[in-house]
């Protein structure tokens, strides 16, 4: 079964900018695999940030970005808050009769 | 707006089959969309657990396929899981979700005798 990889924590200063990855072991990340990227705080249900690499929902702040970069997808935070500190998962689609990956998430610190 | 409430027994024992409830609210499933389920053991990270069109089609995690059934009642809008010969393993917060923006809040499940 395909692995999803994202990086296990990741540490960024308030205001700075910082890009969360997503790598797949059946290859590279395209369009495809309609890269989905998830914000879960402590205690809450993840909320959904980016859908189909880059599309962003009506709720998702302007400094969240989605796109593919160097085969993985990327989830890019410009001028983070600290209220951005938060566990983050992206969700691949990998294969035919729909099936999904997550990744094991990424643990982003502001500090 | 789009809400979702999961509901279902909170302690299942082993080898028993595990059932959850997924009520829609703001949003005609028959409307169209995929609706799903995923968990998320205690302290872990998130699981796909599988999907179903309003039409009845279904899709589901390879590793759990022997064991699951998800369906679907559009009169009632509403969805629902049934895993069976639940150990241990199964124990998490279970969510129901409109494919992939609308999130229920959870139902946390514990098997254990």
Request: aromatic share 10%; net charge neutral; hydrophobic share 30%.
């Amino acid at each position: 079964q395909t692995v999803v990889t994202q990086e296990p924590s990741l540490t960024v200063s308030p205001g700075g900018t910082v890009t969360l990855t997503c790598a797949s072991s059946a290859g590279a990340v395209t369009s495809d695999s309609n890269p989905n990227w998830f914000q879960q705080k402590p205690g809450q249900p993840p909320r959904a940030l980016i859908y189909s690499t880059s599309n962003k929902h009506s709720w998702t702040p302007a400094r969240f970005s989605g796109s593919l970069l160097g085969g993985k997808a990327g989830l890019t935070l410009s001028g983070v808050q600290p209220e951005d500190e938060a566990e983050y998962y992206c969700l691949l689609y990998c294969g035919g009769a729909q099936h999904w990956v997550f990744g094991g998430g990424t643990k982003l610190t502001v500090l | 707006q789009v809400q979702l409430q999961e509901s279902g027994p909170g302690l299942v024992k082993p080898s028993e089959t595990l059932s959850l409830n997924c009520a829609v609210s703001g949003y005609s499933i028959s409307s169209g969309y995929y609706w799903g389920w995923i968990r998320q053991p205690p302290g872990k990270g998130l699981e796909w657990i599988g999907t179903i069109h309003h039409s009845g089609s279904t899709y589901y995690n390879p590793s759990l396929k022997s064991r699951l059934t998800i369906s679907v009642d559009t009169s009632k809008n509403q969805f629902s899981l049934r895993l069976s010969s639940v150990t241990a393993a199964d124990t998490a917060l279970y969510y129901c979700v409109r494919l992939f923006d609308y999130w229920g809040q959870g139902a946390l499940v514990t098997v254990s005798s």
